[in-house]
């Protein structure tokens, strides 16, 4: 095919179809068009526009000569096929993936796995089933950011989104899907921030977010809207803050739990997050005991041993 050059258009399969560049839309319009696949998305929005196509084989293309324009589809490979044949060609890209795009793959991946033919426990999954899940990835993010290896925070941010995920396409199921989550989040983030959105004050932005939280939910109280199921020094500093708002001090309580209760009080005080300095102190502990039991064999200790240890 020494006589033959070929423009290779290019798209992109997470871009609407028909939503094409100038020159991609030049080179489909100066043709002959061939395409290998008779469902290209593209297709209907040649026909509207008037450009007539072929649908051939790469070895049909390879065999013709002159000037030709092949709508390429999603890995069809012709770039190979016409380097490996030392074919003449240039690539025209007529759209590229937006920011965000492989979210789209992460959907259509997720449908696939829980429709007839796909995995059969991703089909037999609930919310309920899936709950633990939910508190393991975010305890590993959690993990990854207090480590500070953004390798694996990336990671575990994956795992978090297939939570995420999984529980939209179970929804969709019988009602709203991941496209109203979404549409949801992105209404909320405009709406709490009219000083970006609307042209209001920067001024007081807690203030400001807390008060348009507290009208959208139609919340009575501060102690609405903290979930119970949080660790208990979280929630311990969660309602003191709340408390904190309405001028009401972390009165003391008797017993352990009541020092503990102090204890996050004084953190607060201090601007310490409670649930991150204990974590600091049981992973150095943690770190400490498995460098002791590679060493000694788990063989006892003294306590003196230990802090020994600790600073050396």
């Known amino acids: 095919m020494s006589g033959t050059r070929v423009t290779v258009v290019a798209c992109s399969p997470r871009t609407a179809a028909g939503a094409l560049s100038w020159p991609a839309w030049q080179a489909l319009r100066q043709g002959p068009v061939l395409v290998g696949d008779p469902a290209h998305p593209q297709l209907p929005y040649l026909t509207a526009a008037g450009i007539a196509y072929d649908v051939v084989t790469h070895e049909e293309l390879l065999a013709r000569d002159g000037e030709l324009v092949w709508l390429a589809g999603s890995g069809d490979g012709i770039v ?9 060609f240039e690539v025209i890209y007529g759209s590229f993936d937006p920011p965000g795009a492989r979210l789209l793959d992460v959907v259509a991946v997720m449908d696939r796995l829980r429709s007839e033919g796909g995995c059969p426990w991703d089909a037999k999954q609930t919310h309920t089933s899936l709950m633990p ?13 207090e480590t ?10 994956g795992d978090l989104l297939l939570q995420i995920a999984f529980h939209a396409r179970i929804s969709s199921e019988t009602g709203w899907d991941i496209d109203d989550v979404a549409g949801d989040l992105v209404d909320k ?5 009219p000083h970006v959105f609307a042209g ?5 932005l807690e203030g400001s977010w807390e008060a348009l939280k507290a009208a959208e939910k139609g919340r009575t109280s501060v102690t609405e809207g ?14 003191q803050r709340r408390a904190a708002k309405l001028g009401v001090p972390a009165v003391s309580y008797d017993g352990l739990g009541g020092e503990l209760w102090a204890l996050v009080a004084r953190c607060q005080a201090e601007g310490l997050d409670p649930e991150a300095e204990l974590r600091t102190v049981a992973r150095g502990f943690r770190d400490r005991l498995a460098t002791l039991e590679s060493r ?14 600790f600073a050396g």
């Open 189 to 193: 983030l405009v709406r709490r921030h």
């Open 226 to 239: 903290v979930p119970l199921g949080q660790p208990a020094l979280a929630l311990a500093a969660k309602l």
């Open 296 to 309: 000694d064999g788990g063989r006892p200790v003294s306590e003196q041993e230990w802090r020994d240890g």
């Open 133 to 145: 899940y939910l508190l393991e990835e975010a305890y590993e993010t959690y993990e990854a950011l």
């Open 148 to 157: 500070g290896n953004l390798e694996h925070l990336r990671e575990e941010l």
């Open 80 to 88: 190979r096929d016409l380097h490996a044949r030392g074919a003449s």
């Open 200 to 204: 209001a004050s920067a001024d007081d």
